[in-house]
């Protein structure tokens, strides 16, 4: 049973916006912290920008002020929208949740390619 589901991902072109949303199945309970991470081509994966059950949030320097992340109030879902793309954002983008134990939870990733 797939627990974590990213949808959203896409073919945009520098500049353009791109929203992604992750959904956590209901056999996930009390996520604490969930997080976006990215894997560029040839790279490793790193995280993105990340947000607390408190709604505090953390960003990537090579993100903060272009993309914003935000959660619903049950903590079951989380968004990740993205402005002024740029080529070097192209990556598989993959969704985490954290809960007590701690146990992690892994989306099965979204593809996001920024090119004219």
């Known amino acids: 049973q797939v627990q974590l589901v990213e949808s959203g991902g896409g073919l945009v072109q520098p500049g353009g916006s791109l929203r992604l949303s992750c959904q956590a199945s209901k056999s996930i309970n009390g996520i604490y912290a969930m997080a976006w991470y990215r894997q560029q081509p040839g790279k490793q994966r790193e995280l993105v920008a990340s947000?607390?059950?408190?709604?505090?949030?953390n960003y990537a320097d090579s993100v903060k002020g272009r993309f914003t992340i935000s959660r619903n109030h049950a903590f079951n879902t989380v968004s990740l929208v993205m402005n002024n793309l740029k080529s070097e954002d192209t990556a598989i983008y993959y969704c985490?949740?954290?809960?007590?134990?701690?146990?992690?939870?892994w989306g099965q990733g979204t593809q996001v390619t920024v090119s004219s």
């Open positions: 985490k949740a954290i809960r007590p134990g701690p146990v992690e939870y």
């Open positions: 947000i607390i059950s408190s709604g505090s949030t």
